[in-house]
């Protein structure tokens, strides 16, 4: 069956190729969402301007609101989300950094804003350039954070990520994250699905409780210490909450759109691997094919692509691992008492365990990743598996680092 068609030709229910930007728009679009507060940023700005080409041209039922900086962008996406509004926003590195005071009243006032964030090298120096440092630094804000493979999942994850938000047992905010100018820029096949279809999927957002001037109520209010550490411990519970409900909502998508993408983490050829190397964003695709090249050639590895980032998968981690011998994890950006962030949690996830955990530094800055690095990777972690004295922290394509 054809899909139907807009003004720009997109089709509903067929492919199109377009860039991880337009099916960002797309998916907020297909969401409905009621406002739309934005500034613009490189690589994040074309997601604004497909949204209000939408807006413009009658295809988008909503409040778009033009702000006059990143904080204020924010500011009025927990407002508007306060007051009943299904909410969506779009940043990248300085303007997430910008945003910063916001993130950390967004989570605990229990608002469940979607913002999606080109991940962007964060200054200094100025950079335009993948990296993640601009995300990992929100990490503890109490906003859930993935990572997307392509574009496909770039769509398909911004519908979760509002049926992960807006679930009673969770109620925070979702930032879907995807490597600017690899997948922001890049066009690929992405299936656009059904307007119907996705509101089955995702019913009207009905919040509990609203700012409503017929029912006068205050939050975000000051709160004496003795209140406080419970407030800390209920965002806290939540976070956990979402892993359960991250499980069913994937299952769910998948049964009624036939992709799957695995929950908090995805596996390849992780039955019998002796070695495994972790991965996030688009260098996952990369590290399939190395995977298999490795296997063609005898060797045991295999592949765990880490979605979620918050929250963090520690028990499924400790699964996929269970039967290897050594581990590496890939890491775009660096946390500088030592190694990456991702790094760190998954030593953190495997405490107690004698698994060598060895780190792998690559693509910081917007570099490229290449399968002559990801074969590096494998080797090294192989060495450690085999007991062989390797560095802990390895940076890959780096002046002045020999791996």
Not at 102 to 110: E, F, K
Not at 281 to 301: I, Q
Not at 319 to 339: E, W
Request: hydrophobic residues 40%.
């Amino acid at each position: 069956m054809p899909g139907r068609c807009n003004k720009d030709g997109e089709s509903e229910g067929m492919k199109k190729v377009i860039t991880g930007d337009h099916a960002v728009a797309i998916g907020a679009r297909l969401c409905r969402v009621e406002v739309v507060p934005a500034y613009p940023i490189t690589p994040q700005t074309l997601i604004i301007e497909h949204i209000a080409d939408f807006v413009n041209d009658g295809e988008m039922d909503t409040k778009f609101l033009t702000m006059e900086s990143e904080h204020s962008v924010m500011s009025a996406a927990a407002a508007a989300s306060a007051a009943g509004a299904r909410v969506f926003t779009a940043t990248s590195s300085q303007g997430l950094a910008f945003m910063h005071e916001m993130l950390y009243s967004t989570a605990p006032l229990r608002l469940p804003v979607v913002m999606a964030n080109a991940s962007r090298t964060l200054a200094s120096p100025p950079g335009i350039w993948c990296e993640y440092n601009d995300s990992m630094g929100a990490r503890d804000s109490g906003w859930l954070q993935l990572y997307v493979e392509d574009n496909q999942e770039a769509l398909d994850m911004v519908i979760q990520s509002y049926r992960i938000a807006e679930d009673k047992r969770v109620l925070l905010p979702v930032m879907p994250c995807l490597d600017g100018f690899v997948l922001t820029h890049t066009v690929e096949p992405v299936e656009i699905i059904q307007q119907e279809d996705v509101d089955s999927f995702l019913p009207p957002y009905s919040p509990d409780i609203t700012l409503d001037p017929a029912r006068p109520a205050m939050i975000g209010t000051f709160m004496p210490a003795e209140y406080i550490m419970e407030l800390r411990r209920q965002t806290a519970l939540a976070v956990e909450s979402a892993k359960k409900v991250i499980r069913e909502i994937n299952d769910e998508f998948a049964r009624r759109f036939g992709r799957n993408y695995g929950g908090l983490i995805d596996t390849y050829q992780m039955e019998d691997a002796e070695v495994a190397l972790i991965t996030m964003g688009t260098v996952t695709s990369t590290s399939r094919e190395v995977v298999d090249d490795m296997r063609k050639a005898g060797e045991k590895v295999g592949l765990v692509k880490l979605r979620f980032f918050r929250p963090f998968p520690s028990e499924e981690l400790r699964k996929a691992l269970s039967g290897v011998s050594a581990v590496g994890v890939f890491d775009r950006s660096i946390s500088y008492h030592g190694g990456g962030p991702v790094f760190n949690e998954v030593r953190s996830a495997l405490y107690g365990s004698t698994l060598p955990v060895i780190n792998h530094l690559a693509g910081i800055g917007g570099r490229d990743v290449t399968k002559e690095q990801i074969i590096k990777m494998f080797e090294i972690t192989l060495k450690a598996a085999k007991g062989e004295k390797v560095n802990m922290i390895n940076w890959h394509n780096t002046r002045g680092e020999t791996v």
